[in-house]
């Protein structure tokens, strides 16, 4: 009881707090949204829109972009943009490790964007255990059984990283989707504690994408515990693989933005504040973020 009180009194103190700011006094003049994510592939994917903001004295309206003009260089040497069939923008080059690049657009009626990031190096997945293991859930008085999957790799001793990792499932039929994983029996990835469930916070992740750093691991061999339950997925796969990226920090933190919001029931009511959008476009919105990544084999025995 003194527990569904101490939240009680927590919610009504929340409720009760005002934020003091004029949202006509923000600014609210047009943006250009960029999304960018380099690696050492051969082909990068950019995305560049307008975002109008939200007034009373009009409705939003998506209109197209005119006179955008798009640049992107690899260590500041310009790369052809080209567009396939929906006039969506791609550049096609070889890129590696280490190098710089930088994005800048421009439209009329917006604001010039910027942005740079780096193509980190990859981590090797140096080996993968699948088995079984089950967690008992004494609140629901059921049992659970996962399918974990175990990834181990090598920090970087002498750097600052950040990771992401996946779980990729073949449907069959060239179908693939990234599946949903459990995160409880993993501390890089389970951050939560029995209050914070209790005020609504949750592990979802944004496109199944789940970003650590490591600050826990810093230079050593780490096996990571990734739980999967099949019954989740859309049909019995064929086969799985773990995809091990290393990321940059803006990559990073516009994951880790995304996902805290949406996984906070208080923000989504309207009970604190909700925590911006992470990003490193100057002058405007989204990110550009570079990554690396290695695969396991795949694995059809599970």
Same mark, same amino acid.
């Given at each position: ?18 934020? !003091? ?8 003049? #047009?943006?250009?949204?960029? /999304? ?5 592939? *051969? ?30 260089? &690899? ?6 943009? $080209?567009? *396939?069939?929906?006039? !969506?923008?791609? &550049? ?15 439209? $009329? ?10 193509? #980190? ?14 967690? %008992?859930? *004494?609140?629901?008085? %059921? ?19 950040? /990771?992401? &990792? ?38 979802? &992740? ?12 810093? +230079?050593?061999? /780490? ?8 019954? $989740? ?17 803006? /990559? ?12 906070? *029931? ?9 925590? #911006? ?12 973020? +570079? ?12």
């Amino acid at each position: 009881m003194k527990h569904y009180l101490y939240i009680l009194i927590v919610l009504c103190a929340l409720v009760s707090c005002k934020d !003091n700011f004029d949202i006509e006094k923000m600014n609210n003049q #047009p943006k250009l949204v960029l /999304y960018c994510f380099p690696s050492a592939q *051969d082909t990068t994917w950019i995305s560049v829109s307008g975002a109008t903001p939200v007034t009373k004295k009009g409705k939003v309206k998506a209109t197209a972009l005119a006179n955008l003009v798009v640049s992107y260089q &690899v260590n500041g040497e310009e790369q052809k943009i $080209e567009k *396939d069939s929906l006039n !969506n923008l791609f &550049v096609v080059c070889h890129q590696k490790v280490g190098d710089k690049i930088d994005i800048t657009a421009s439209a $009329e009626g917006y604001p010039s964007i910027n942005a740079s990031t780096v193509i #980190p190096e990859i981590v090797a997945i140096d080996k993968v255990n699948v088995t079984s293991v089950t967690e %008992y859930d *004494d609140v629901q008085d %059921y049992t659970y059984h996962f399918t974990q999957f175990q990834a181990t790799f090598k920090d970087d001793a002498s750097t600052t990283d950040y /990771y992401g &990792v996946r779980l990729m499932a073949d449907e069959g039929n060239g179908r693939y989707e990234w599946a949903p994983l459990h995160t409880n029996d993993e501390p890089l990835l389970y951050h939560l504690s029995d209050l914070d469930d209790s005020f609504g916070f949750s592990e979802d &992740v944004y496109q199944n994408f789940y970003a650590f750093k490591d600050t826990q691991i810093n +230079g050593k061999s /780490y096996t990571l515990h990734l739980d999967l339950n099949l019954s $989740e997925c859309y049909d019995t796969p064929k086969a799985f693989k773990v995809v091990l990226y290393r990321i940059t920090p803006e /990559y990073y933190h516009f994951f880790t933005s995304i996902s805290n919001t949406n996984n906070s *029931d208080l923000q989504k009511y309207g009970l604190s504040q909700v925590t #911006p959008t992470y990003s490193n476009i100057s002058k405007g919105i989204g990110v550009c973020g +570079g990554y690396a990544l290695s695969e396991s084999n795949w694995i059809t025995e599970y």
